[in-house]
């Protein structure tokens, strides 16, 4: 995983490793899934595989929800789900609001993935007059005037930025005195906020240049050892494990 400055203690106040509760959105996706299978067990293996996780790694981080599974059977599926989410703060309501409502804004408005994870926006803010009042995803897109109102009248604590990079750490400052204490950030910029605020990064270009580089690798090695003759099993099998990180999973989303 990339490292970068975290505003964190590596261990949470009650104990669960960092590397752990980055891990907690890969089971819960996977158990989701079989949840909506109506699959009432799971072993760790499976979960495991589902999640793109090591198993040993699986029922070490579940030990720290104090979940040990049944031997034979497995752990119970919507327990699970359920323990997780209430783990992740995803049992409670977190209005956010997206700022800059361009391209990509307009596309996370209307990205159902939000509200079902009980991310709800309550808010689309652009500083075009010309977008104000304009609906995008059924909602009206609000000045940037109005932000610290919309931030007090909804009890917002993540804002998710999509401006351009030159306006990101401008609207990151108003967002965070406004009393946002969570930012999600798309602008290709690095942004500097104050203890006690955490960022994370999505940038989908780095991860075009990290696969552009094991394509590049790939290529090479096929050169190298027999004009492309390698059995393809055998190579991916090589790759995917140089992707793994020391957590077992290749996360999209980085620390800033
Ligand atoms: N992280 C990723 O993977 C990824 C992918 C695509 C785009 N991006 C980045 O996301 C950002 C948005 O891209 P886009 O294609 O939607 O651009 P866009 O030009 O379509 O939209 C930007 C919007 O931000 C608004 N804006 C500008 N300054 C503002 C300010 N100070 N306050 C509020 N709103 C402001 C503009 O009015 C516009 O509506 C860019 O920084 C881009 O590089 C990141």
């Known amino acids: 995983m990339a490292t970068g400055r975290t505003h964190r203690p590596a261990t949470r106040s009650r104990g669960i490793p960092e590397a752990t509760v980055a891990r907690l959105p890969l089971y819960l996706r996977a158990l989701t899934a079989l949840s909506e299978r109506s699959v009432p067990t799971v072993s760790s293996e499976e979960l495991a595989a589902a999640a793109g996780v090591n198993s040993a790694k699986l029922r070490k981080d579940f030990s720290y929800l104090g979940s040990y599974g049944t031997r ?22 977190w209005p956010v609001v997206i700022v800059g409502i361009g391209n ?10 939000f509200a079902s994870r009980g991310f709800r926006v309550a808010a689309l803010i652009d ?7 304009k609906p995008v995803a059924g909602i009206a897109v609000q ?5 610290e109102q919309i931030i007090a009248d909804n009890g917002v604590s993540i804002g998710v930025i999509a401006t351009p990079a030159g306006a990101a750490q401008q609207v990151c400052d108003r967002l965070v005195a406004a009393g946002v204490t969570s930012i999600l950030n798309f602008a290709p910029t690095v942004l500097t906020v104050p203890d006690g ?8 270009s780095i991860e075009l240049q990290i696969l552009a580089f094991h394509e590049q690798r790939k290529a090479g090695e096929d050169a190298a050892h027999d004009g492309g003759r390698t059995a393809p099993a055998v190579r991916a099998a090589t790759v995917a494990a140089d992707r793994k990180g020391p ?5 999209a989303v980085m620390p800033a």
């Open 143 to 147: 000045h940037t005037d109005e932000l």
């Open 104 to 113: 990509l804004g307009a596309a996370l408005a209307n990205y159902g993935g």
């Open 197 to 204: 605020v955490d960022v994370r990064k999505v940038d989908l």
């Open 127 to 133: 500083a075009d007059p010309a977008m104000a009042g």
């Open 72 to 93: 034979g059977v497995g752990y119970d599926v919507e327990y699970l789900v359920y323990q997780i989410s209430r783990e992740l703060g995803l049992t409670q309501d």
């Open 247 to 251: 957590d077992g999973d290749v996360p």
